[in-house]
Protein backbone atom coordinates (compact mmCIF):
# COMPACT_ATOMS: atom_id res chain seq x y z
CA UNK A 1 0.00 0.00 0.00
CA UNK A 2 1.36 3.64 -1.00
CA UNK A 3 2.00 5.61 1.69
CA UNK A 4 -1.97 8.11 2.04
CA UNK A 5 -0.33 10.62 4.05
CA UNK A 6 -0.46 13.57 0.96
CA UNK A 7 -4.13 13.10 0.87
CA UNK A 8 -5.17 13.76 4.35
CA UNK A 9 -3.09 17.26 4.71
CA UNK A 10 -5.73 19.84 4.95
CA UNK A 11 -6.60 22.53 1.37
CA UNK A 12 -7.62 25.46 1.71
CA UNK A 13 -9.54 25.85 -1.51
CA UNK A 14 -10.87 29.43 -1.46
CA UNK A 15 -13.15 29.93 1.40
CA UNK A 16 -13.77 26.09 1.42
CA UNK A 17 -11.32 24.83 4.51
CA UNK A 18 -11.11 21.10 3.62
CA UNK A 19 -9.93 18.76 6.35
CA UNK A 20 -8.22 15.85 3.68
CA UNK A 21 -7.89 16.07 0.28
CA UNK A 22 -10.49 13.16 -0.96
CA UNK A 23 -13.29 14.59 -2.43
CA UNK A 24 -17.05 13.70 -3.80
CA UNK A 25 -17.13 13.47 -7.51
CA UNK A 26 -20.61 15.08 -8.46
CA UNK A 27 -23.13 11.80 -9.35
CA UNK A 28 -26.55 12.30 -10.25
CA UNK A 29 -28.31 9.45 -8.61
CA UNK A 30 -31.95 10.34 -9.36
CA UNK A 31 -33.45 10.22 -6.19
CA UNK A 32 -35.39 13.45 -6.17
CA UNK A 33 -39.63 13.50 -7.39
CA UNK A 34 -40.78 13.72 -10.62
CA UNK A 35 -41.05 17.47 -9.91
CA UNK A 36 -37.51 17.77 -9.66
CA UNK A 37 -37.61 18.37 -5.45
CA UNK A 38 -35.02 16.64 -3.55
CA UNK A 39 -36.32 13.58 -1.31
CA UNK A 40 -35.40 12.37 2.60
CA UNK A 41 -33.22 9.96 1.41
CA UNK A 42 -30.86 12.32 0.06
CA UNK A 43 -30.04 13.69 3.63
CA UNK A 44 -28.90 10.25 4.48
CA UNK A 45 -26.85 9.47 1.42
CA UNK A 46 -25.11 12.53 1.95
CA UNK A 47 -24.25 12.54 5.09
CA UNK A 48 -23.31 9.35 4.91
CA UNK A 49 -20.39 10.75 3.06
CA UNK A 50 -19.47 14.13 5.34
CA UNK A 51 -16.01 12.68 5.82
CA UNK A 52 -14.84 13.67 2.70
CA UNK A 53 -12.87 16.38 2.26
CA UNK A 54 -15.17 18.06 0.49
CA UNK A 55 -18.75 17.05 -1.34
CA UNK A 56 -20.10 18.20 -4.90
CA UNK A 57 -23.36 18.06 -5.10
CA UNK A 58 -25.51 15.62 -7.80
CA UNK A 59 -25.71 17.79 -11.03
CA UNK A 60 -28.93 20.01 -9.99
CA UNK A 61 -30.84 22.13 -12.72
CA UNK A 62 -30.94 25.94 -12.81
CA UNK A 63 -34.16 26.09 -14.39
CA UNK A 64 -37.27 23.61 -16.36
CA UNK A 65 -34.78 24.73 -19.95
CA UNK A 66 -31.80 22.99 -18.63
CA UNK A 67 -32.79 20.10 -16.79
CA UNK A 68 -33.89 16.76 -18.91
CA UNK A 69 -32.60 14.34 -16.63
CA UNK A 70 -35.90 12.19 -15.19
CA UNK A 71 -35.63 12.35 -10.92
CA UNK A 72 -32.74 14.92 -10.81
CA UNK A 73 -33.34 18.07 -8.47
CA UNK A 74 -33.31 21.33 -9.18
CA UNK A 75 -32.60 24.46 -7.73
CA UNK A 76 -34.65 27.29 -8.99
CA UNK A 77 -37.69 26.98 -7.21
CA UNK A 78 -38.63 27.55 -3.34
CA UNK A 79 -39.68 23.65 -2.56
CA UNK A 80 -36.31 22.91 -4.15
CA UNK A 81 -35.23 25.19 -1.70
CA UNK A 82 -36.78 23.81 1.39
CA UNK A 83 -36.26 20.60 0.48
CA UNK A 84 -32.26 20.91 -0.13
CA UNK A 85 -32.17 22.44 3.33
CA UNK A 86 -32.59 19.77 5.60
CA UNK A 87 -29.86 18.12 3.50
CA UNK A 88 -27.00 20.57 3.62
CA UNK A 89 -27.90 20.82 7.40
CA UNK A 90 -27.27 16.96 7.91
CA UNK A 91 -23.93 17.03 5.75
CA UNK A 92 -22.91 19.77 8.27
CA UNK A 93 -24.30 18.10 11.71
CA UNK A 94 -22.27 15.50 10.32
CA UNK A 95 -18.95 17.06 9.79
CA UNK A 96 -19.35 17.61 6.28
CA UNK A 97 -18.77 20.26 3.41
CA UNK A 98 -21.02 20.23 0.15
CA UNK A 99 -21.32 22.76 -2.37
CA UNK A 100 -24.37 22.50 -5.07
CA UNK A 101 -23.45 21.84 -8.60
CA UNK A 102 -25.35 23.98 -11.30
CA UNK A 103 -26.24 22.59 -14.51
CA UNK A 104 -27.90 22.95 -17.76
CA UNK A 105 -27.44 20.16 -20.40
CA UNK A 106 -28.48 22.38 -23.57
CA UNK A 107 -28.66 19.69 -26.42
CA UNK A 108 -28.82 16.47 -24.07
CA UNK A 109 -32.24 17.50 -22.77
CA UNK A 110 -35.68 15.69 -24.20
CA UNK A 111 -38.33 17.99 -24.88
CA UNK A 112 -40.58 14.89 -23.06
CA UNK A 113 -38.92 16.12 -19.78
CA UNK A 114 -38.41 20.06 -20.12
CA UNK A 115 -41.73 20.68 -22.02
CA UNK A 116 -39.74 22.09 -25.08
CA UNK A 117 -37.20 22.05 -27.58
CA UNK A 118 -33.62 21.56 -26.47
CA UNK A 119 -31.23 24.57 -26.76
CA UNK A 120 -27.42 24.37 -27.43
CA UNK A 121 -24.48 26.90 -28.96
CA UNK A 122 -25.66 25.42 -32.56
CA UNK A 123 -28.58 23.52 -34.16
CA UNK A 124 -26.92 20.04 -33.39
CA UNK A 125 -28.38 16.53 -32.34
CA UNK A 126 -26.52 14.48 -29.71
CA UNK A 127 -25.77 11.25 -30.70
CA UNK A 128 -27.07 8.18 -28.67
CA UNK A 129 -30.76 8.10 -26.62
CA UNK A 130 -31.67 10.70 -23.71
CA UNK A 131 -33.08 9.00 -20.60
CA UNK A 132 -36.77 10.30 -20.29
CA UNK A 133 -39.55 9.09 -17.90
CA UNK A 134 -41.48 7.31 -21.11
CA UNK A 135 -37.31 4.79 -21.24
CA UNK A 136 -34.54 5.62 -23.89
CA UNK A 137 -35.74 8.16 -26.69
CA UNK A 138 -33.67 9.39 -29.62
CA UNK A 139 -32.26 13.06 -29.18
CA UNK A 140 -33.87 15.95 -30.67
CA UNK A 141 -32.39 18.74 -32.65
CA UNK A 142 -31.44 21.57 -30.62
CA UNK A 143 -32.19 25.14 -31.60
CA UNK A 144 -29.37 27.99 -31.36
CA UNK A 145 -29.42 30.08 -28.44
CA UNK A 146 -30.21 33.38 -29.04
CA UNK A 147 -28.44 36.18 -27.95
CA UNK A 148 -30.71 38.10 -26.75
CA UNK A 149 -31.43 35.10 -24.75
CA UNK A 150 -28.33 35.28 -22.60
CA UNK A 151 -29.02 37.56 -20.53
CA UNK A 152 -32.02 35.39 -18.94
CA UNK A 153 -29.87 32.38 -18.65
CA UNK A 154 -27.43 34.20 -16.77
CA UNK A 155 -29.98 35.39 -14.56
CA UNK A 156 -30.66 31.47 -14.33
CA UNK A 157 -27.56 30.95 -12.89
CA UNK A 158 -27.65 33.69 -10.55
CA UNK A 159 -30.81 33.09 -9.36
CA UNK A 160 -29.62 29.01 -8.74
CA UNK A 161 -26.29 30.69 -7.18
CA UNK A 162 -28.58 33.06 -4.29
CA UNK A 163 -30.81 29.64 -3.95
CA UNK A 164 -28.08 27.39 -3.35
CA UNK A 165 -26.95 29.65 -0.62
CA UNK A 166 -30.30 30.01 1.01
CA UNK A 167 -30.57 26.38 0.66
CA UNK A 168 -27.41 26.31 3.21
CA UNK A 169 -24.51 25.11 0.74
CA UNK A 170 -21.32 26.37 1.27
CA UNK A 171 -20.70 27.20 -1.93
CA UNK A 172 -21.45 26.28 -5.42
CA UNK A 173 -19.67 24.33 -8.73
CA UNK A 174 -20.48 25.29 -12.21
CA UNK A 175 -21.07 22.41 -14.32
CA UNK A 176 -18.89 23.33 -17.31
CA UNK A 177 -18.06 19.55 -18.09
CA UNK A 178 -19.30 16.65 -20.05
CA UNK A 179 -21.00 17.79 -22.87
CA UNK A 180 -23.38 19.87 -21.59
CA UNK A 181 -24.80 23.49 -22.56
CA UNK A 182 -21.23 25.30 -21.42
CA UNK A 183 -19.50 22.78 -23.20
CA UNK A 184 -21.47 22.87 -26.09
CA UNK A 185 -20.25 26.49 -26.70
CA UNK A 186 -16.71 25.67 -26.04
CA UNK A 187 -15.54 23.10 -28.33
CA UNK A 188 -15.41 23.57 -31.58
CA UNK A 189 -17.10 20.37 -32.48
CA UNK A 190 -20.51 21.66 -31.22
CA UNK A 191 -20.28 25.35 -31.98
CA UNK A 192 -20.75 26.74 -35.30
CA UNK A 193 -21.99 30.17 -34.52
CA UNK A 194 -20.84 33.26 -36.58
CA UNK A 195 -21.50 35.51 -33.92
CA UNK A 196 -19.26 36.84 -30.46
CA UNK A 197 -20.31 33.10 -28.79
CA UNK A 198 -18.51 31.24 -31.82
CA UNK A 199 -15.27 31.15 -33.92
CA UNK A 200 -12.40 32.23 -31.72
CA UNK A 201 -11.20 30.45 -29.07
CA UNK A 202 -12.53 33.98 -26.59
CA UNK A 203 -15.36 33.71 -28.25
CA UNK A 204 -16.57 30.18 -27.78
CA UNK A 205 -15.32 30.95 -24.17
CA UNK A 206 -17.61 34.14 -24.07
CA UNK A 207 -20.48 32.07 -22.59
CA UNK A 208 -18.52 30.43 -20.12
CA UNK A 209 -16.98 33.60 -18.70
CA UNK A 210 -20.31 35.30 -18.38
CA UNK A 211 -21.46 32.52 -16.45
CA UNK A 212 -18.29 32.52 -14.16
CA UNK A 213 -18.60 36.09 -13.52
CA UNK A 214 -22.90 36.26 -13.09
CA UNK A 215 -22.22 33.20 -10.54
CA UNK A 216 -19.17 35.02 -8.36
CA UNK A 217 -21.37 38.26 -8.43
CA UNK A 218 -23.57 36.45 -6.02
CA UNK A 219 -21.24 33.88 -4.19
CA UNK A 220 -17.87 35.29 -4.33
CA UNK A 221 -14.79 33.66 -6.22
CA UNK A 222 -13.81 31.97 -2.88
CA UNK A 223 -16.84 29.86 -3.18
CA UNK A 224 -17.25 28.91 -7.01
CA UNK A 225 -15.84 26.38 -8.20
CA UNK A 226 -15.92 24.89 -12.01
CA UNK A 227 -15.79 21.81 -13.35
CA UNK A 228 -14.32 21.15 -16.84
CA UNK A 229 -13.48 18.31 -19.40
CA UNK A 230 -10.93 19.51 -21.21
CA UNK A 231 -9.89 16.26 -23.33
CA UNK A 232 -11.63 13.29 -25.01
CA UNK A 233 -15.10 13.14 -26.13
CA UNK A 234 -18.54 13.83 -24.03
CA UNK A 235 -22.05 13.14 -25.23
CA UNK A 236 -20.52 13.61 -28.89
CA UNK A 237 -18.71 17.22 -28.26
CA UNK A 238 -14.96 17.43 -28.52
CA UNK A 239 -12.66 19.94 -29.88
CA UNK A 240 -10.60 19.49 -32.84
CA UNK A 241 -7.56 20.94 -30.84
CA UNK A 242 -8.09 21.64 -26.78
CA UNK A 243 -4.65 22.44 -25.84
CA UNK A 244 -4.74 26.18 -26.60
CA UNK A 245 -8.57 26.72 -26.17
CA UNK A 246 -8.22 25.08 -22.31
CA UNK A 247 -4.71 27.28 -21.84
CA UNK A 248 -6.64 30.23 -22.62
CA UNK A 249 -9.37 29.20 -20.31
CA UNK A 250 -7.13 28.58 -17.30
CA UNK A 251 -5.30 31.60 -18.26
CA UNK A 252 -8.57 33.86 -17.64
CA UNK A 253 -9.33 31.88 -14.50
CA UNK A 254 -6.71 32.77 -13.00
CA UNK A 255 -7.57 36.02 -12.69
CA UNK A 256 -10.89 35.36 -11.51
CA UNK A 257 -9.53 33.72 -8.02
CA UNK A 258 -12.22 30.33 -8.31
CA UNK A 259 -12.16 28.63 -4.87
CA UNK A 260 -10.93 25.32 -7.28
CA UNK A 261 -10.64 24.05 -10.77
CA UNK A 262 -11.99 20.81 -11.35
CA UNK A 263 -11.35 18.36 -14.28
CA UNK A 264 -12.48 15.06 -15.89
CA UNK A 265 -10.44 13.80 -17.60
CA UNK A 266 -10.33 10.78 -19.67
CA UNK A 267 -7.62 8.49 -20.51
CA UNK A 268 -6.74 5.76 -22.40
CA UNK A 269 -7.99 2.76 -21.34
CA UNK A 270 -9.95 4.66 -18.48
CA UNK A 271 -13.46 2.84 -17.50
CA UNK A 272 -15.40 6.56 -17.61
CA UNK A 273 -15.38 8.03 -21.37
CA UNK A 274 -11.82 6.95 -22.69
CA UNK A 275 -10.00 8.92 -24.60
CA UNK A 276 -6.29 9.00 -26.66
CA UNK A 277 -6.72 12.70 -26.31
CA UNK A 278 -3.60 13.74 -23.84
CA UNK A 279 -4.62 14.84 -20.62
CA UNK A 280 -4.53 18.99 -20.27
CA UNK A 281 -4.04 19.31 -16.45
CA UNK A 282 0.34 19.52 -16.59
CA UNK A 283 -1.35 22.64 -19.18
CA UNK A 284 -3.55 24.27 -17.21
CA UNK A 285 -1.86 23.86 -14.21
CA UNK A 286 0.90 26.25 -15.36
CA UNK A 287 -1.70 28.76 -16.03
CA UNK A 288 -4.17 28.28 -13.32
CA UNK A 289 -2.01 28.63 -9.78
CA UNK A 290 -5.25 27.77 -8.05
CA UNK A 291 -6.46 24.49 -6.01
CA UNK A 292 -6.70 22.13 -8.95
CA UNK A 293 -9.17 18.80 -8.19
CA UNK A 294 -8.77 16.04 -10.78
CA UNK A 295 -10.59 13.02 -11.48
CA UNK A 296 -11.97 9.87 -13.36
CA UNK A 297 -10.30 6.57 -12.69
CA UNK A 298 -8.16 7.23 -9.42
CA UNK A 299 -7.44 4.51 -6.76
CA UNK A 300 -6.12 5.78 -3.73
CA UNK A 301 -2.29 5.02 -4.75
CA UNK A 302 -1.93 7.06 -7.76
CA UNK A 303 -4.55 10.02 -5.98
CA UNK A 304 -1.84 9.82 -3.47
CA UNK A 305 1.09 9.93 -5.87
CA UNK A 306 -0.79 12.46 -7.58
CA UNK A 307 -1.01 14.94 -5.12
CA UNK A 308 2.41 14.02 -3.38
CA UNK A 309 3.86 15.01 -6.73
CA UNK A 310 2.13 18.26 -6.71
CA UNK A 311 0.33 17.48 -10.16
CA UNK A 312 -2.95 18.25 -8.28
CA UNK A 313 -4.22 19.70 -5.00
CA UNK A 314 -7.11 17.04 -4.26
CA UNK A 315 -8.27 13.89 -6.02
CA UNK A 316 -12.35 13.73 -6.68
CA UNK A 317 -13.75 10.00 -6.57
CA UNK A 318 -17.13 9.45 -8.11
CA UNK A 319 -17.89 5.47 -8.61
CA UNK A 320 -15.55 4.79 -5.09
CA UNK A 321 -17.95 7.16 -3.01
CA UNK A 322 -21.53 5.79 -4.45
CA UNK A 323 -20.27 2.75 -3.30
CA UNK A 324 -18.19 3.46 0.24
CA UNK A 325 -19.86 5.97 2.26
CA UNK A 326 -16.81 5.60 4.33
CA UNK A 327 -14.38 5.57 1.49
CA UNK A 328 -11.88 8.48 3.34
CA UNK A 329 -11.25 5.80 6.74
CA UNK A 330 -10.98 3.26 3.76
CA UNK A 331 -8.41 4.50 2.20
CA UNK A 332 -7.03 5.90 5.58
CA UNK A 333 -6.19 2.26 6.77
CA UNK A 334 -5.92 0.42 3.51
CA UNK A 335 -9.39 -1.01 3.79
CA UNK A 336 -10.89 -2.99 0.65
CA UNK A 337 -13.99 -1.09 -1.36
CA UNK A 338 -16.99 -1.92 -1.92
CA UNK A 339 -17.85 -2.59 -5.43
CA UNK A 340 -20.90 -0.54 -7.25
CA UNK A 341 -23.60 -1.76 -8.53
CA UNK A 342 -24.74 0.03 -11.81
CA UNK A 343 -28.09 -0.76 -12.28
CA UNK A 344 -28.57 0.94 -9.41
CA UNK A 345 -27.17 4.02 -10.19
CA UNK A 346 -30.46 5.77 -11.52
CA UNK A 347 -32.83 3.45 -9.72
CA UNK A 348 -35.29 5.54 -6.98
CA UNK A 349 -34.94 3.47 -4.05
CA UNK A 350 -32.67 3.07 -1.00
CA UNK A 351 -31.42 -0.15 -2.60
CA UNK A 352 -27.78 0.45 -4.17
CA UNK A 353 -28.20 4.27 -2.00
CA UNK A 354 -28.15 4.35 1.11
CA UNK A 355 -27.59 0.72 1.75
CA UNK A 356 -23.57 -0.05 1.39
CA UNK A 357 -21.95 -1.11 4.40
CA UNK A 358 -19.13 0.35 6.08
CA UNK A 359 -15.71 -1.48 6.79
CA UNK A 360 -16.07 -3.71 10.07
CA UNK A 361 -12.89 -1.92 11.80
CA UNK A 362 -10.26 -4.96 12.73
C1 LIG B 1 -21.36 10.71 -13.03
N1 LIG B 1 -20.58 11.84 -13.34
C2 LIG B 1 -21.11 13.10 -13.16
N2 LIG B 1 -20.36 14.21 -13.42
C3 LIG B 1 -20.83 15.45 -13.15
O1 LIG B 1 -20.11 16.43 -13.37
N3 LIG B 1 -22.09 15.60 -12.64
C4 LIG B 1 -22.92 14.56 -12.39
O2 LIG B 1 -24.04 14.74 -11.90
C5 LIG B 1 -22.43 13.25 -12.69
N4 LIG B 1 -23.21 12.15 -12.49
C6 LIG B 1 -22.69 10.89 -12.60
C7 LIG B 1 -23.45 9.78 -12.23
C8 LIG B 1 -22.90 8.52 -12.27
C9 LIG B 1 -23.72 7.33 -11.82
C10 LIG B 1 -21.56 8.34 -12.71
C11 LIG B 1 -20.92 6.95 -12.72
C12 LIG B 1 -20.81 9.42 -13.09
C13 LIG B 1 -19.15 11.69 -13.59
C14 LIG B 1 -18.40 11.53 -12.26
O3 LIG B 1 -18.42 12.73 -11.52
C15 LIG B 1 -16.93 11.13 -12.49
O4 LIG B 1 -16.35 12.06 -13.34
C16 LIG B 1 -16.81 9.72 -13.09
O5 LIG B 1 -17.54 8.77 -12.33
C17 LIG B 1 -15.33 9.28 -13.15
O6 LIG B 1 -14.79 9.27 -11.84
P1 LIG B 1 -14.53 7.86 -11.08
O7 LIG B 1 -15.85 7.19 -10.91
O8 LIG B 1 -13.62 7.08 -11.99
O9 LIG B 1 -13.88 8.23 -9.77
Same mark, same amino acid.
Given at each position: ?102 ? $? ?69 ? $? ?85 ? $? ?100
Amino acid at each position: MTDSASLFAPLAAGALSLPNRIVMAPLTRARSTRDHVPTPRMATYYAQRASAGLIISEATGISPQGLGWPYAPGLWNAAQVEAWKPITAAVHEAGGRIVAQLW $HMGRVVHSSVTGEQPVSSSATTAPDHAHTYEGNQPYEQARPLGVEEIPGLLEDYRKAARNALEAGFDGVEI $HGANGYLIDQFLRDGTNARTDDYGGSIENRARLLFEVVNAVVGVVGADRTGLRLSPNGDAQGVIDSNPEPLFAYVATELEKIGLAYL $HLRESRPGGTFRPSDQAPLAPVIRKHFTGALILNGDYTADRAAATVAAGEADAIAFGRPFIANPDLVSRIRTGAPLNAPNPSTFYSQGDEGYTDYPVAVPA
